[in-house]
């Protein structure tokens, strides 16, 4: 019982950093791609938007900071304060994480260390709200 506490306890505190660890970076990305769309403030040129359907980082920029780093920090509240159902939005965010990278991958014709890592976040915060989920329905909460 003590041991399925601690794994419980240990699955949140993943959780939560991975998500903290993702909103930060989409905030402060999605936050610089408003404030200059044209990239210069990340060191990435608009060029890199050649197959993309945006001229600029501006509409990038506000679904990376509204729905990647304000919906990451409300899971990671939710996941603090375990609410009700903070394991179904940690599925939701991994969801929106992994179909943000794929679809940018699929946009710009790339794929890169930063990508390889996100996805491999999103798919350890699916695993992670699944564990929290079958703990819960066995009662070990």
């Not at 996100?118 to 915060?125: F, G, T």
Request: aromatic share 10%.
């Amino acid at each position: 019982m003590k041991s399925d506490r601690l794994k419980n306890k240990l699955l949140r505190i993943g959780a939560i950093l991975m998500l903290l660890l993702i909103g930060i970076n989409a905030l402060v990305a999605g936050y610089l791609f408003i404030i200059d769309p044209t990239g210069h403030k990340m060191g990435i040129e608009l060029s890199y938007l050649q197959n993309a359907p945006f001229e600029t980082y501006l509409i990038p920029g506000l679904i990376l900071f509204i729905v990647i780093g304000c919906l990451s920090m409300f899971t990671a509240v939710c996941v603090w304060k375990k609410t009700e159902n903070h394991p179904y939005w940690i599925m939701l965010q991994s969801s929106l994480l992994s179909g943000w990278i794929l679809i940018q991958i699929i946009l710009v014709q790339d794929f890169n260390w930063l990508h390889a890592l996100m996805l491999l976040i999103s798919a350890l915060l699916w695993r992670c709200a699944e564990l929290m989920l079958k703990n819960h329905a066995a009662g070990n909460f």
